[in-house]
């Protein structure tokens, strides 16, 4: 079953902030973010293992709250390059991996 | 060299036409991956191969054959296909599959007239 993310979009100015969220119905061993900006292919951010680790890369960070079942990524004083669309991904079983639908993220000068 | 390539950038082919994919990646991954992307979803997941091997086919149609000839090569081979199968293809390899990072190529622009 496809992870569930939300809000569809954001749009945010510079230096803002947001969260994105990333839930299953399914026990997580883990989480993958990846970010698509348009025209490119996804880029792995980072990936959060079963144990509530919180990681991060350069001002957006990410937590895994296996209660929840659910991912949390921040991006922090967000800048126009953290413009593009968000994908958390989970892996089904071995190697089956499955991205949710996605956010978009637009950050305006 | 942390890139995956892939050729051709774009593609328009006919419906009774035979044409292939090729990703390559020199990272000395063992996991490689073929997923599909339409406009504003997500890609999906369609082949993994993990050391060579065909690990994961997710229900694909026959019409899309992959191959690996070998560690660093990745083909997808595409044949009497039809306009709803226009999209993104991507390519990705990842050290060893699972819990890996993955990178992904540009991908393919396939269009199916």
């Known amino acids: 079953q496809q992870p569930v993310q939300s809000p569809q979009a954001v749009i945010l100015r510079e230096g803002e902030d947001a969260v994105i969220n990333c839930s299953s119905s399914?026990?997580?061993?883990?989480v993958h973010w990846y970010r698509q900006k348009h025209g490119e292919a996804p880029v792995f951010l980072m990936i959060l293992l079963k144990g509530g680790e919180q990681k991060g890369h350069e001002k957006i960070s990410a937590s895994f709250n296996e209660k929840k079942q659910q991912s949390s990524l921040y991006l922090t004083a967000s800048q126009l390059s953290y413009s593009g669309t968000y994908f958390c991904g989970t892996e089904k079983s071995w190697g089956k991996f499955q991205f949710g639908a996605g956010t978009q993220v637009v950050v305006t000068p | 060299d942390t890139e995956v390539t892939q050729t051709p950038k774009h593609l328009v082919m006919g419906m009774t036409n035979k044409k292939s994919l090729k990703c390559e990646q020199h990272m000395g991954h063992r996991a490689m991956y073929w997923y599909k992307q339409k406009a504003k979803k997500p890609p999906e997941l369609m082949f993994v191969?993990?050391?060579?091997?065909?690990?994961i086919n997710e229900s694909v149609p026959s019409r899309f054959s992959p191959e690996c000839p070998n560690s660093s090569l990745l083909n997808l081979h595409l044949h009497a296909l039809q306009p709803e199968d226009s999209a993104l293809y991507l390519c990705a390899s990842s050290p060893t599959g699972g819990l890996d990072e993955a990178f992904f190529g540009q991908g393919t622009r396939l269009t199916v007239v």
């Open positions: 399914k026990a997580l061993y883990s």
């Open positions: 191969y993990s050391y060579e091997k065909l690990s």
